[in-house]
């Protein structure tokens, strides 16, 4: 299914072949996690290079895929399988490949057998857009990440005490992840207290955290490849009068945004949704990342919801809703959930409590 639709695009795109060296595209068309490798298709082929670390790999996971052996350098055998498949029109990732990795490939195709030569076309987005909607078992797999994640969270809120460091905080996060059913974590969690969680994606340091400060925890699970993503914004102790009215403000803009959300709307729609919200509250100077984003085998991805977005929401997309203030030297909020875009509205996956205390 997934290869019938590229080769749709491929047709559109008047490519008679395409190069696939972006890793999440790579595993998301072949179903191979090898770290090195070059898909190859064609209308008709579908080749997977690589080397020999990887043979036995290749055989187990991409089935669907001909193995071709690399022996030497990569580009003069991408541009023999090339030209045994009689490709003109060759499209390659504008955004993945290096100056010095298009250089090396157009030196193979103007050498390749027989004197033929073929043209290396930039695209871009092309398995991208196919990856923004999520299919069945995708998103049973997101499903399980998240539940992981949202159990990591309600174990730190239980465990978590005054003096511990934000990086014991991050540490136990993911060992919990990790030892309950994570291949991996999304990414480094990110733990901000007190003035720390003024910085978006700060990384967790030796800080201990105090009673009554805000603390931006952000984390995600990463389960089959595909990722969660959730943040919540909590305290140990009484809140302060000014955090509670600042939490107050984001959840408004996140319910409001999340009750908003279906099919249809551009990103930018629901953006300003919440956005609109926290400027009339007296805080827009203090939101200035984007209200979310697509989540999958890569923790950002299409589509983007963000101020100048003209991505359209579709079913099936799944997607943040994370509006957060920052304020210097006082410290941050963000509330985030994971959800699925539907016809008329969205299932939010999150199942976390959105309290103030820990």
């Not at 027989?114 to 299919?135: H, S």
């Not at 994570?182 to 978006?200: D, H, L, T």
Request: with cysteine; net charge negative; charged share 25%.
């Amino acid at each position: 299914m997934r290869l019938t639709q590229l080769r749709q695009k491929l047709a559109e795109q008047e490519l008679d072949a395409i190069l696939i060296t972006q890793p999440e595209n790579r595993r998301y068309l072949s179903g191979f996690t090898g770290s090195d490798g070059v898909l190859i298709i064609s209308a008709e082929a579908a080749y997977l290079a690589t080397d020999f670390r990887y043979y036995e790999q290749v055989e187990r996971q991409a089935p669907e895929f001909t193995l071709a052996k690399v022996e030497g350098k990569f580009p003069p055998r991408l541009a023999e399988l090339i030209s045994e498949l009689g490709a003109q029109r060759v499209g390659f990732e504008s955004t993945h490949v290096t100056v010095d990795q298009h250089q090396q490939w157009a030196e193979a195709a103007a050498c390749a057998l027989q004197g033929e030569c073929f043209e290396l076309v930039p695209t871009k987005g092309i398995v991208e857009e196919l990856r923004a909607v999520k299919d069945n078992g995708e998103l049973a797999a997101i499903q399980q990440a998240v539940k992981l994640s949202d159990a990591a969270l309600a174990h730190i809120v239980e465990w978590l005490r005054p003096e511990m460091t934000e990086k014991e905080v991050a540490w136990e996060l993911e060992a919990f992840m990790r030892t309950h059913g994570a291949e991996a974590v999304a990414f480094n969690p990110i733990v901000g207290s007190g003035p720390n969680g003024a910085m978006a994606h700060v990384e967790p340091s030796d800080r201990r955290i105090q009673e009554g400060e805000p603390i931006v925890i952000d984390l995600g699970a990463r389960v089959d490849g595909y990722c969660s993503d959730l943040t919540r914004t909590i305290c140990v102790g009484e809140p302060q009068e000014r955090f509670c009215q600042i939490y107050a403000v984001v959840l408004e803009a996140q319910e409001a945004a999340e009750g908003a959300m279906r099919a249809g709307l551009k990103g930018s729609t629901v953006d300003a949704i919440a956005r609109d919200l926290i400027e009339t509250a007296g805080y827009g100077e203090h939101f200035g990342h984007s209200l979310g984003h697509g989540v999958g085998l890569a923790i950002h991805e299409g589509p983007r919801i963000s101020k100048t977005s003209e991505d359209e929401l579709q079913a099936g997309m799944v997607v943040t809703i994370e509006p957060g203030i920052y304020i210097e030297g006082w410290g941050g909020v963000r509330i985030e959930d994971l959800a699925v875009v539907e016809e008329q509205g969205v299932d939010v996956l999150t199942t976390a409590p959105k309290g103030l205390t820990g």
